[in-house]
């Protein structure tokens, strides 16, 4: 065979040592050159395990898999941390790596270091020259390893999750997702801290993207729909999958709503089916039902942190996407979502959906039991006890001591009377308001002359509520 140079090295021994002309490994015996070949450079593989169809090259290697997966007898043990395993090579690899932590291949590209100069070769065709020969034939999702592949067919596609959790019952498909989740969930282990600003992480590799994205600004990764630029891979396909694609894969079996991420049809069903808000707020002793929610909350609320500001009117958020959300309706005065029943556009399809629930099918399930009054949404209800029945109005102006229930109705008094900015032109007369309600008011008025409020008594018409009621007190009363 042309692979198979000998060559007579000076060593004590003085043994005959066999090169492969491929890739220039140098091998023991014409055996183990031979196999090599057959394996690695012409991909033979003869040798069939009977119980899942894997290849190998030697018979050897065939009867390892089957004692090591089949018949799982593991003989050798760590007696450093009690780890078993079948071989005594991957043992010995076991030790090198994670006890004496030797890695003396370092990465040329990127400096990463590695106990194997196979690990090496690895990383450098899958990470470096981007090399992922396995692909999934469900998906096309393709993979820099075989193992790597079968890992995701098994969870993905058959969905199997055998490693479960004893503490809260939670599945997974890999026995190292299962340990990661107990030291971070449960154990709350968390001990790479970033230097910058104290934030602390259970895998380092979370910190360096932390790193890379808040503090570096790091954002390789462009759109190329819409030229947003993302600091890793994963966030632009998952940004492309959800936005521009609008794949909505993960469907929740009691209501039939659909999810881009697993994680928030996980998060939608604790919130909205099984309604556990098992994160408590200590200061106001709100629940939340995620504990991301819950320290948002901490942040906007209580620390009253909005470091998100507008650049065209100074105001802050908290969150970057209310910011975002804030430039769309109030400067770019984006509306893209239209009713179909009356033809009004709106910024948000949440605030769409909320029009449609309580304006047309007028669903409105959260009731007063003060008054008996009906709310679309329990934030109205709560709002509406506070101001009306509990007569709760916690946000005084500086300038004249009034008070507002709301923080935006204090904004917006300051706004129109202490400030006299009024941004609401009448098109008829060009006399200017403050609110738009008075203007639409103005409108109705004095152009239409409309006079919707009718007199049971007279059947008389009047253009307010308020006129009308003073009209009843004065004449029929």
């Known amino acids: 065979m042309s692979a198979m140079v000998e060559y007579k090295f000076e060593n004590k021994n003085s043994k005959v040592r066999h090169k492969c002309d491929h890739c220039g490994k140098i091998l023991s015996n014409k055996r183990n050159l031979n196999n090599h070949v057959n394996g690695v450079h012409l ?86 020259e981007n090399i992922k020969d396995h692909v999934c034939g469900e998906c096309g999702k393709s993979f820099g390893k075989k193992q790597n592949l079968m890992k995701h067919i098994d969870t993905v596609h058959l969905e199997l999750k055998e490693h479960m959790c004893e503490d809260c019952g939670k599945s997974f498909g890999q026995k190292s997702n299962l340990h990661r989740h107990i030291s971070l969930v449960h154990k709350k282990n ?75 049809l996980t998060r939608h069903i604790d919130a909205i089916h099984l309604k556990s808000k098992d994160h408590e707020c200590e200061e106001c002793g709100k629940f939340f039902s995620d504990k991301s ?47 179909g029943e009356c033809g009004k556009f709106f910024s948000n399809k949440s605030y769409l959906m909320t029009h449609i629930d309580t304006v047309h099918l007028e669903l409105k399930e959260h009731k007063c039991e003060e008054c008996g009054r009906s709310f679309g949404h329990k934030n109205n209800l709560m709002r509406h006890i506070d101001s009306v029945h509990l007569k709760l109005k916690n946000h005084e102006c500086n300038e004249c001591g009034r008070s507002f229930i709301k923080k935006i109705e204090l904004h917006t008094h300051i706004a129109t009377i202490h400030e006299k900015i009024k941004d609401y032109q009448c098109g008829e007369c060009e006399k200017f308001f403050g609110y738009k309600s008075n203007l639409m008011k103005h409108i109705d008025l004095v152009h239409l002359k409309l006079k919707e409020h009718k007199c049971v008594e007279c059947q008389k018409s009047f253009s307010t509520k308020s006129i009308l009621n003073k009209h009843i007190s004065s004449v029929h009363e």
Do not use: P, W
Not at 54 to 67: A, E, G, I, R
Not at 298 to 315: N, Y
Not at 316 to 333: M, P, Y
């Open 43 to 128: 991909k033979l593989r003869k040798f069939i395990c009977d119980d899942c169809g894997h290849s190998f090259v030697t018979k050897q290697c065939l009867n390892n898999h089957v004692m090591n997966v089949h018949q799982r007898i593991k003989n050798y043990s760590c007696a450093a941390c009690g780890k078993v395993y079948g071989q005594k090579g991957t043992l010995k690899r076991h030790i090198t790596a994670v006890h004496e932590k030797i890695k003396d291949y370092k990465c040329e590209e990127c400096g990463k270091s590695f106990s194997y100069k196979c690990e090496l070769n690895r990383h450098t065709a899958t990470v470096h």
């Open 190 to 264: 968390k001990d790479h801290r970033c230097e910058e600003c104290d934030k602390s992480y259970g895998q380092k590799s979370i910190l360096m993207r932390h790193i890379d994205s808040v503090h570096l600004k790091l954002k390789n990764y462009e759109c190329e729909e819409c030229g947003k630029f993302f600091g890793y891979k994963s966030d632009l396909i998952k940004h492309i999958s959800t936005v521009h694609l609008e794949l909505k894969e993960h469907k929740c079996r009691e209501c039939g709503q659909s999810f881009a991420h697993t994680s928030h």
């Open 293 to 339: 929610y819950l320290t948002k909350h901490i942040d906007t609320v209580h620390l009253e942190l909005k470091e998100h500001m507008c650049e065209e009117c100074g105001k802050s958020f908290g969150d970057k996407s209310n910011l975002r959300r804030h430039i769309a309706v109030a400067h770019e005065k984006i509306k893209e979502h239209k009713c």
